[in-house]
C-alpha cells in the first residue's frame, strides 16, 4: 500500500514539475489540485464533501478566480471520482482550457489509472440503501461512520426475513447511516457483539457502543428510540412512567390505588425500563388510573436502602402499602398482571346457584358472609359451610379422585400471613390448567412439572383435552407429598416456552424409537411421523404444510397425533424404510409394528386423503357419514 501512495504521488508531482509554460498552466494546476484532494482523502478518509472542499481551497491558494469559475469543483470531484473508475471520463465534462489540452490529459488519466489513482477507497456495498458489511469493512465503516444503525440478522431465521422490509423503512426515515451484518457468514462479528438472537439491533454513536435496542420489531418504536438518541431536533413523547424521589415518594404513593415501582440503576435494567414504559403508555392510551413509576436508587440511597433487595426490584403499592411483585418483567404481561391486581380480590355471592356457577367458571376462594338473608343459611348447609369459613372450591372439571374437591381454612384470630400462605398453598388443584392470566398468581411456585398439548375444556373437547390430563394426574398423584406441583397448558399459548426448550411445536422424537418399536404414544390414538434431515432444503419447504396440518386438527381431531423425528441423529427400525426426505409415515391405531408409508406428493389435500383411508381413530364422523 504504502509503495502504491508513493508511485501515485510521484506521478502527480513529476507532471506538475515538467508543467511549466505558459500553455502548460491548466495541467500544473490540476496536477497540484489532484495531489492536494489525494492527501486529503488518504489522510482523513473521507470522500466527496472533504474533497471538494481541498479543491476549492487549492484554487484559492492559486489564485486563479476563472479556474475557479469556469470548472465547478463539484464536477471535477465527481469526474475525478476518486474512490471509483470514472477518471477516464473526466475530459468529457471539462470545457474552456481543458478542451486544448485533451488528449494530454488523457494521456496523464491512463498513466495515473494504471498505477491505480482510479481504484481508490473500497466502495462499501448497498442494498435498498443499506449498508452490507463484512468482518473485512466493518472497522473501516466504523471510522468512516462513527454515529449508525446496526442489523445483525441472518437470511435462514423466519423472524429477520419478516423483519427485513420493516428494517428497510427504518433506513429510509432515521437520519444516520443504516447498516446490516450476515452473522452465519460474518461469524467474527457474530462473536465480537455476542449475539444471541435474531434480529439484533445495535446503534454506534461518535464511535462508542454498541448500545443494544431491547424492544419489539415494530417500526415506530424502533424510529423513536433511534431519533431520541441522534436527533437533537426530535422530542420524543413525554415518559408515561412517573419519576419518584424522597421528596414526592410517601405523598405520591398515598393517593394511588394501585401503582407498581421499579428501582433500578443507571447501569443496569436497560431491558426492563423499556418494557415498563411500554406497559405505562399501554396502561395510559386506555384512560386507566393505574400508574408505574421509578425511583433512581443510586440517586435516592435511603428509599434504596428500605425497599431494594437487588436490581432491578419491582414493588406493588397500595396506598402507600406494600407488597411483592411476582410476575414477568415482559411489557404484555406487567400489563395484564396490574390490570388482574386491580380486579377486586373478593365478590360477593349472593345465594347457591351464583357459588355453583362462579365455582365452574375460575378456582377462586369465597368467603361467606352471615349477611342475614335465608338464602344464605341454605347456601351454608349445601357446602357445609359457617359463618367465616374461607373455602377454596376447585372447579369440577378439574376435581379427580385424588384430592378433596375443596379446602376449608377458618380461625379466628388468623393473621394476613396464615390467610395468604393457606390459599397459596392450595389455589391449584393436583393438575389443573396453566395459563397466561395465572401463571404468575397460581403457577409461580417451584418444582412445577407442566404438560403441554393442544389443551382445551370448552364443551366441545373437553373429552379429548381430560385424556392426557387423567394420565398426567395417574404420575401426579405418586408425588404430592414430595412438594411437586402439575399442570397442563396449551401449546399455542406457551409456544415460545416450547422453543425456548428446543421442543418446539411438535413432538420431536428424538428418542421416539426403542428396541426396533416405534414410541409415538397411546396404541389408541392414530399417528402422522415425518422422518426428516435438518439440513434437507426440501424438509425446510414442507415444514409450514405439515405445521398447517397440525394446527388444522389438533381440535377437530383428537385422536391424531403429529410427530416428527430427526432421522440423522437416532437409528431407524427397518419398517421405517428411508428413501429421501422427508419420509412420511401413518401409524394406525393398534398396528404400530406396521406403519403404512407415503408414496404420494407433498400437498395437504393429497396427504390428508391418504389420512382418511388408513384412519382408525380418527376422522370417525366423515367415515360414518359415508356409510
Known amino acids: 500500500m504504502a509503495l502504491s501512495y508513493a508511485l501515485r504521488i510521484w506521478v502527480i508531482f513529476h507532471v506538475w514539475l515538467l508543467a511549466d509554460s505558459e500553455k502548460m498552466k491548466f495541467l500544473r494546476v490540476l496536477s497540484l489540485l489532484l495531489l492536494c484532494a489525494f492527501f486529503t482523502c488518504s489522510l482523513t478518509e473521507k470522500k466527496y464533501d472533504d474533497c471538494a472542499s481541498a479543491l476549492e481551497s487549492a484554487m484559492k491558494t492559486l489564485n486563479d478566480p476563472d479556474l475557479a469559475n469556469n470548472v465547478p469543483t463539484e464536477i471535477i470531484c465527481e469526474k475525478l471520482n476518486l474512490f471509483g473508475d470514472g477518471i477516464l471520463e473526466m475530459s468529457n465534462a471539462l470545457d474552456g482550457a481543458l478542451k486544448e489540452y485533451k488528449n494530454m490529459f488523457r494521456l496523464l488519466t491512463t498513466l495515473l489509472f494504471l498505477l491505480g489513482v482510479a481504484s481508490g477507497d473500497e466502495e462499501f456495498k448497498k442494498e435498498d440503501g443499506i449498508y452490507v458489511l463484512t468482518n473485512k469493512t466493518f472497522d473501516d465503516f466504523v471510522k468512516a461512520n462513527p454515529t449508525f444503525l446496526a442489523e445483525f440478522s441472518s437470511p435462514k431465521c423466519h423472524h429477520c426475513r419478516e423483519f427485513a422490509p420493516v428494517y428497510a423503512k427504518i433506513a429510509s426515515q432515521v437520519n444516520i447511516p443504516s447498516v446490516k451484518i450476515d452473522v452465519g457468514v460474518e461469524k467474527e462479528l457474530e462473536e465480537r457483539y455476542q449475539i444471541e438472537a435474531m434480529p439484533a439491533i445495535k446503534l454506534w454513536q461518535n464511535g462508542e457502543g454498541p448500545e443494544n435496542y ?57 431491558e426492563l425500563n423499556y418494557h415498563i414504559e411500554k406497559a405505562a403508555r399501554k396502561l395510559k392510551d386506555e384512560g386507566s388510573p393505574i400508574k408505574l413509576a421509578k425511583v433512581d436508587a443510586e440517586a435516592e440511597k435511603e428509599l434504596a436502602r428500605k425497599y431494594v433487595v437487588g436490581f432491578p426490584t419491582l414493588v406493588v403499592m397500595r396506598h402507600g402499602r406494600r407488597s411483592e411483585y411476582k410476575g414477568s418483567e415482559d411489557a404484555a404481561r406487567i400489563f395484564d398482571i396490574m390490570k388482574e391486581l386491580a380486579i377486586p380480590a373478593v365478590k360477593k355471592l349472593a345465594n347457591a346457584s351464583l357459588v355453583e356457577g362462579f365455582m365452574e367458571k375460575e378456582d377462586v376462594t369465597i368467603k361467606f358472609q352471615n349477611i342475614g338473608y335465608t338464602t344464605d343459611t341454605k347456601t351454608f348447609k349445601k357446602f357445609d359451610a359457617k359463618p367465616d369459613d374461607v373455602i377454596i372450591f376447585y372447579p369440577t372439571m378439574f376435581q379427580s379422585k385424588f384430592e378433596p374437591k375443596s379446602r376449608k381454612f377458618n380461625k379466628a384470630d388468623a393473621t394476613p400471613e396464615e390467610l395468604a400462605f393457606f390459599i397459596h398453598e392450595h389455589c391449584t388443584p393436583l393438575v389443573g390448567k396453566r395459563t397466561r392470566k395465572n401463571v404468575a398468581t397460581r403457577y409461580n411456585k417451584f418444582p412445577l412439572v407442566v404438560v403441554y398439548y393442544n389443551v382445551d375444556f370448552s364443551l366441545q373437547y373437553r373429552e379429548g383435552s381430560d385424556y392426557w390430563r387423567q394420565k398426567v394426574l395417574n404420575v401426579a398423584q405418586k408425588y404430592q407429598k414430595e412438594g411437586y406441583r402439575f399442570a397442563v397448558s396449551d401449546e399455542e399459548e406457551f409456544e415460545e416456552e416450547l422453543q425456548a426448550a428446543g421442543l418446539g411445536r411438535f413432538a420431536d422424537c428424538k428418542i421416539g424409537f426403542a428396541q426396533g418399536a416405534l414410541v409415538v404414544g397411546d396404541e389408541s390414538k392414530d399417528v402422522v411421523v415425518e422422518l426428516y434431515s435438518p439440513q434437507c432444503h426440501i424438509c425446510q419447504t414442507f415444514e409450514p404444510i405439515y405445521k398447517e396440518m397440525a394446527n388444522k386438527f389438533k381440535k377437530t381431531q383428537p385422536n391424531l397425533i403429529f410427530t416428527k423425528f430427526d432421522a440423522t441423529v437416532n437409528e431407524v427400525p427397518v419398517e421405517f424404510s428411508i428413501t429421501s426426505y422427508p419420509t412420511i409415515f401413518f401409524v394406525p391405531s393398534g398396528k404400530k409394528s406396521t406403519p403404512i408409508k407415503y408414496g404420494g406428493n407433498r400437498e395437504e389435500k393429497d396427504l390428508i386423503a391418504f389420512m382418511e383411508l388408513h384412519a382408525v381413530k380418527s376422522f370417525q364422523k366423515k367415515e360414518k357419514e359415508e356409510l
Do not use: M
Open 214 to 270: 431491547y424492544g419489539d420489531t415494530e417500526l415506530e418504536e424502533i424510529v423513536e428510540w433511534v431519533l431520541t438518541r441522534t436527533d437533537p431536533n426530535f422530542k420524543p413523547p413525554p415518559s408515561a412512567v412517573i419519576t419518584l424521589t424522597s421528596a414526592n415518594f410517601t405523598e405520591y404513593l398515598a393517593e394511588q390505588a394501585l401503582c407498581l415501582v421499579e428501582f433500578h440503576a443507571p447501569w443496569c435494567c436497560e
